[in-house]
C-alpha cells in the first residue's frame, strides 16, 4: 500500500470514529433527559403515602434509572470530551473533593488513608474527581459483598502524585460500564500528562492513578491533543 492509500485508509478511519462519536453523544443525550424525567417523577411520589411493596418498588425503579442515567453520561464524556482546566492544587484537597462526591452509602464504604497530603499536583481537579468518584462507584457496585470495602491512598514522590483504589475483595469481574468509565479517566489522566496503570495488592485489584507534579513538562498543545483509549490496557 502506498503512501496516499494508506493517507486515505486513515482518513477513513478518523471519519468513521467521528461519525460513531457522533451516534453514540446523541444516544446517550436521547437516553439522559427522558431516565431523568422519569427518575423526577417517581422521586416525587415518596411522600405519596404508598403502601410498603409498593414504596420499595419506587426505591428500586428510582435506583435503576438512576444508575441508568450515569451509564448515559458516561456515553456523553466519551463523546465529548471537556475541555481541560489545569491547575494547582494539593493532594489532600483532591481526596477530600473525592469524598465529598460520593453518595453517603458508598462513602461509608471507602476508607481514605492520606499520606503526603501537603504535596502539589497539576491537574482539572474537577475532572479527576469526577472520573474517579465514577471509577469508585462501579467498582463498588460489582463487588460481591455489600459491605466490602475500598481503600483509597494517596503518596507522593518528587515526580509523581499517586491516588491508589484498592478493592478490598479479591478480583472480581470488570463489567463493560466499568471498562468505560477507567478509559475515560485514563483518557483524560494522559491528556493531563498522568497515567493509570493496575497491581496486584495481595491479589487485590489496585487501579493506580499517576499526577505530574507541578506541570509535567507538557505544553497547551499537548494537553489539548486528548488521546484516544479504546480500553484499559492490562485490565482484567
Known amino acids: 500500500m502506498d503512501q496516499q492509500q494508506q493517507n486515505a485508509a486513515a482518513a477513513t478511519r478518523t471519519s468513521s470514529r467521528r461519525d460513531s462519536d457522533s451516534l453514540t ?4 443525550r436521547q437516553l439522559r433527559w427522558p431516565l431523568g424525567a422519569l427518575r423526577t417523577l417517581l422521586e416525587g411520589r415518596r411522600g405519596a ?3 410498603a411493596a409498593e414504596r420499595e418498588f419506587t426505591e428500586r425503579a428510582i435506583a435503576e434509572l438512576l444508575r441508568a442515567e450515569r ?3 458516561d456515553l456523553i464524556r466519551w463523546s465529548a470530551p471537556r475541555e481541560l482546566r489545569p491547575a494547582t492544587c494539593k493532594l489532600s484537597q483532591l481526596a477530600f473533593s473525592l469524598s465529598s462526591a460520593l453518595d453517603r452509602p458508598q462513602r461509608r464504604r471507602c476508607r481514605f488513608v492520606i499520606e503526603n497530603g501537603d504535596s502539589s499536583v497539576m491537574t482539572d481537579g474537577s475532572l479527576l474527581v469526577e472520573g474517579t468518584s465514577r471509577v469508585i462507584d ?4 460489582s463487588s460481591e459483598a455489600t459491605d466490602e470495602e475500598l481503600m483509597v491512598h494517596t503518596h507522593a514522590d518528587e515526580q509523581w502524585a499517586t491516588i ?5 475483595g479479591s478480583r472480581h469481574e470488570i463489567h463493560p460500564a466499568q471498562h468505560l468509565a477507567e478509559s475515560i479517566l485514563q483518557r483524560d489522566l494522559i491528556a493531563l500528562g498522568g497515567r493509570v496503570s493496575l497491581r496486584d495488592a495481595e491479589a487485590r485489584r489496585c487501579v493506580v492513578l499517576s499526577l505530574p507534579r507541578g506541570d509535567g513538562g507538557l505544553t497547551l498543545s499537548q494537553r489539548a491533543a486528548r488521546p484516544r483509549l479504546v480500553h484499559v490496557g492490562g485490565a482484567a
Open 25 to 28: 453523544l446523541q444516544a446517550g
Open 49 to 51: 403515602g404508598l403502601e
Open 71 to 73: 451509564a448515559a453520561t
Open 138 to 141: 462501579l467498582a463498588l457496585e
Open 164 to 168: 491508589s483504589l484498592i478493592n478490598a
